[in-house]
């Protein structure tokens, strides 16, 4: 998820630390830092299970760096993950720097040679979430030559305690991350017509290979679109994946909307549309109707690619001044995200 951020500190001087990946017996010292840094608040469950880190290492869906002392005392963590390991774009996260280390820009360092290894080994790039409750951690980010994509209003929930959320309660928002390492593939991007703007400027920005283009005139919607809801409880959201839209794509995210907020009483529910298919770009725009407004560019395995992310808040406040950006561009996507999300 979001880092426990080392950068508050103003001192000049450097640990010397050395960096390598563990093996894949090595899983509690995943859990071990996450308890330092989290207590039992860590909002994605399966890093407090030891065992289920080895495997995940030894399955090779999630590569962990270490940063560490010559005596081989942590000092700081960070994550990618794959849903395969033959994935050419990993989810990095569970980034943290133990409470004796801050102030060394430990996790700039362990993420650039976290970068550097995916590098080499072929991968086009990483994505990352960043609390958008301070804008240390996006910094840093920024250091690294990432680019933010989009911005998930109240997508960190109330119940996670760590120093991040600046003394904020309630729940925060995250900007997302892209860090370009190889070229992609080249791919055509069907936005629709009101987000094609800030679509077509997040593609050049980050260097994505992809296009935007036109729905062909002979384009067909389906009759029923296809989806698969998600629900995380530990964030107290769910996540709608479209992986047709059809034309009755309104009426189908206003049933599970409804659902998902008065049923089963959830604070958000995100909804990713996939930018390959024509139909995106001729139904997306349906969704406004229903309270539903931009979040951005994000990878979704469910999909064929990146899709575009729409949010919808249910009792959830979000002001400006809640949200930090460390760019010109992520201050410009904020913007756009948030006049979105006012005239939904």
């Known amino acids: 998820m979001l880092p426990n951020i080392d950068g508050m500190s103003d001192s000049s001087s450097a640990i010397d630390a050395r960096f390598r990946l563990l093996e894949p017996g090595e899983g509690a010292v995943l859990s071990e830092a996450i308890r330092t840094a989290y207590g039992e608040s860590y909002?994605?469950?399966?890093v407090y299970d030891a065992a289920e880190v080895s495997a995940r290492l030894a399955a090779g869906t999630?590569?962990?760096?270490?940063?560490?002392?010559?005596?081989?005392?942590?000092?700081?963590?960070?994550?990618?993950?794959?849903?395969?390991?033959?994935?050419?774009?990993?989810?990095?996260?569970?980034?943290?720097?133990?409470?004796?280390?801050r102030g060394?820009?430990?996790?700039?360092?362990?993420?650039?040679f976290l970068i550097d290894w995916a590098c080499e080994k072929g991968m086009a790039g990483m994505y990352s979430e960043a609390t958008a409750a301070h804008p240390y951690s996006q910094r840093a980010n920024v250091e690294l030559g990432a680019h933010e994509t989009g911005f998930l209003l109240g997508w960190i929930p109330a119940s996670v305690s760590n120093d991040a959320a600046g003394g904020r309660r309630g729940r925060q928002s995250a900007a997302l991350f892209y860090t370009k390492l190889n070229d992609g593939h080249e791919r055509s991007v069907y936005a629709p017509e009101r987000h094609l703007g800030i679509v077509g400027h997040t593609l050049e920005l980050c260097e994505l290979r992809g296009t935007l283009a036109e729905p062909p005139p002979d384009a067909t919607l389906a009759e029923?679109?296809?989806?698969?809801?998600?629900?995380?409880?530990?964030?107290?959201?769910?996540?709608?994946?479209v992986s047709i839209p059809g034309k009755d794509l309104q009426t189908a995210i206003a049933g599970e909307r409804h659902h998902l907020?008065?049923?089963?009483?959830?604070?958000?529910?995100?909804?990713d549309l996939p930018l390959d298919i024509p139909a995106t770009a001729l139904v997306a725009d349906r969704l406004e109707r229903l309270g539903v407004s931009y979040a951005g560019i994000f990878p979704n395995t469910r999909?064929?690619?990146?899709?575009?992310?729409?949010?919808s808040l249910?009792?959830?406040?979000?002001e400006a001044n809640d949200v930090s950006v460390a760019s010109d561009h992520g201050r410009k996507l904020l913007d756009y995200v948030l006049a979105d999300l006012r005239s939904a």
């Open 43 to 46: 909002d994605v469950r399966w």
């Open 62 to 101: 999630y590569v962990s760096c270490v940063a560490e002392t010559a005596a081989g005392e942590l000092l700081c963590h960070e994550g990618v993950s794959f849903t395969s390991p033959s994935d050419a774009v990993g989810h990095s996260g569970q980034a943290v720097t133990m409470p004796a280390a």
């Open 104 to 112: 060394q820009h430990l996790f700039t360092r362990t993420k650039r």
């Open 224 to 241: 029923r679109t296809e989806l698969h809801v998600a629900i995380d409880a530990d964030h107290n959201l769910a996540l709608i994946s």
């Open 261 to 271: 907020f008065h049923r089963a009483r959830l604070d958000a529910v995100y909804i």
């Open 303 to 311: 999909c064929d690619g990146d899709v575009l992310r729409m949010q």
């Open 314 to 318: 249910h009792r959830v406040r979000i």
